[in-house]
């Protein structure tokens, strides 16, 4: 099937300017980036830093909750696919690399380490959702499989906004040629890639910007942050060797 030009470069320039939307701040020890304007129409969201537990445990969880004035937390034993939950009030899944919420109360909360949390809010209807969007997951086309279940449950894409949370970037994410391939064998551009010093670099939010732009979405902030060269805030980098650190990406819609 043929796909549709889109505007890529349009996507990159909204994406690359849309930083300073972000609000650095600090809760209860809960340090994160979030775009003030959407947490006042009600949708609560975030990206930790690497100075915040990682919901392992009840006391961190508790925590959590009370700070967000959150009823619960969904997680998932993330796989590096494109399976996506609509969660409901009493529903629990267990696998899968992304969540979409439409009652309020809940948070669904991703765990990343250079990958990019990316999540997508229609503030309106209100519905969100929070995918892992790491090179598998994004080859996958994960990004716009949330878009295409919230616009089928009744969101608007026109309403929708994406937000790009830190990680690894073009600057420092070399991949091999295998990956290069799969992804142009996949349809994606080749502008997602750029040479330097006999590596190749993947920058997966150019990616998951080309990825919305091609499903109708127009508006992309980002946080313009990369786990992996970020000295302030630092972060958990998979890559720089924090193997099993991890932090926390999540959102969900205010009681
Ligand atoms: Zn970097």
């Known amino acids: 099937m043929a796909k549709k030009s889109v505007n890529y470069n349009m996507a990159y320039r909204n994406a690359s300017c849309a930083a300073g939307k972000f609000a650095r701040e ?8 979030h775009v003030p304007e959407l947490t006042a129409r009600g949708i609560i969201h975030g990206f930790f830093t690497r100075n915040c537990p990682s919901l392992m445990d009840d006391d961190e969880n508790r925590s959590f909750l009370d700070t967000f004035s959150l009823d619960r937390v969904v997680t998932l034993h993330q796989e590096h696919g494109n399976t996506i939950h609509a969660v409901g009030l009493d529903d629990s899944p267990d696998k899968g690399d992304g969540i979409l919420l439409y009652k309020p109360g809940i948070a669904a909360a991703i765990r990343t380490a250079d990958c990019p949390g990316i999540i997508l809010i229609d503030p309106a209807f209100p519905m969100v959702a929070i ?4 090179w598998r997951g994004t080859l996958l086309r994960i990004t716009s499989k949330a878009v295409d279940m919230m616009a089928e449950r009744g969101a608007s894409k026109q309403r929708m906004t994406a937000l790009i949370g830190p990680s690894i970037r073009g600057c420092c994410y070399t991949v091999g040629t295998e990956v290069k391939e799969a992804f142009l064998n996949e349809g994606f551009p080749e502008n997602i890639f750029h040479n330097g010093s006999g590596s190749i670099y993947l920058d997966l939010k150019d990616a998951n910007s080309w990825l ?18 970020s000295l302030d805030p630092v972060f958990a980098s998979y890559r720089r060797g924090a193997r099993s650190e991890r ?9």
């Open 26 to 33: 600090e809760e209860n020890g809960w340090e994160y980036y």
């Open 131 to 134: 995918v892992h969007a790491g």
């Open 212 to 229: 919305l732009t091609d499903a109708d979405i127009e508006t992309i902030f980002d946080t313009g942050l990369c786990t992996f060269c």
């Open 247 to 255: 932090q926390i990406n999540f959102v969900g819609i205010r009681i």
